[in-house]
């Protein structure tokens, strides 16, 4: 297996395109903007927000002018301390699943080289925290009805005491949180930390 990168920052991409790209590349959570929607998805905001406050973001978007108008956004709602920003070469062409290059002919993250990927990453100041072969185990839903986050009567409550616990906003939908808490925690660490939280309230 190829070895991939692992950083401290959460990495925050336009789309779900960019997504699976550098996947390939690194192992780290990733965030979606969902392009624009970001502008008035207010959960999505509070969500990096609260991952920049703890971990750190690290924003990678197209080099067109939607990518920077979204980069600028999130210099906006995020202190300045807490976000780096990887820059992405300006590469002609097209995308292969695009029947059309785009408005201004330029390829996104989504259609880059993996190694100028990875030097965008490296040049743009992010904590590499090394190279890992073995792919990292996530929190998924199947995950959220095992502990009881999901599917039985108290689980909303179980879910609000977590979130107050770790500071994050109360009102986050499941989705929402299975994301924050794989940038907060790796599954066997979510795990122990379940296991002294549920030790704490006897």
Same mark, same amino acid.
Do not use: W
């Given at each position: 297996?190829?070895?991939?990168l692992?950083l ?6 336009e ?5 699976i790209?550098?996947s390939e590349l690194? #192992?780290?959570?990733i965030i979606?903007? =969902?392009?624009f929607?970001?502008?008035?998805d207010? !959960?999505?905001?509070? /969500? $990096? ?5 703890r971990?750190?973001?690290l ?11 979204i980069r600028?956004?999130?210099r906006?709602?995020?202190?300045e ?14 995308e292969?699943r695009?029947?059309q290059p785009?408005k201004?002919?330029i ?7 993996k190694?100028?990927? #990875? ?5 743009? =100041?992010a904590h590499i925290?090394?190279?890992v072969? !073995?792919?990292?185990? /996530? $929190? ?6 095992d502990y ?6 108290h689980?909303?409550?179980y879910?609000t005491m ?9 009102y986050l939908t499941t989705n929402a949180m299975?994301a924050?808490l794989?940038?907060l925690f790796t ?8 296991s002294q939280l549920n030790q704490a309230k006897r």
């Amino acid at each position: 297996m190829t070895e991939k990168l692992r950083l401290r920052e959460a990495v925050i991409v336009e789309g779900k395109y960019d997504k699976i790209r550098l996947s390939e590349l690194i #192992a780290t959570p990733i965030i979606e903007t =969902g392009g624009f929607r970001v502008f008035k998805d207010k !959960e999505k905001q509070e /969500l $990096i927000r609260s991952i920049a406050q703890r971990r750190g973001i690290l924003v990678m978007t197209d080099v067109d002018s939607a990518g920077f108008v979204i980069r600028n956004f999130l210099r906006g709602i995020v202190p300045e301390e807490q976000i780096r920003h990887a820059y992405i070469l300006t590469v002609e062409g097209k995308e292969r699943r695009k029947a059309q290059p785009s408005k201004e002919g330029i390829l996104g993250v989504e259609g880059l080289d993996k190694e100028l990927l #990875a030097q965008a990453i490296r040049s743009s =100041g992010a904590h590499i925290e090394g190279e890992v072969s !073995e792919p990292v185990a /996530l $929190i998924t839903k199947g995950d959220f009805y095992d502990y009881g986050l999901t599917g039985s009567e108290h689980s909303a409550e179980y879910r609000t005491m977590i979130l107050q616990s770790l500071g994050l906003p109360k009102y986050l939908t499941t989705n929402a949180m299975i994301a924050a808490l794989n940038c907060l925690f790796t599954k066997e660490e979510f795990e122990n930390y379940l296991s002294q939280l549920n030790q704490a309230k006897r």
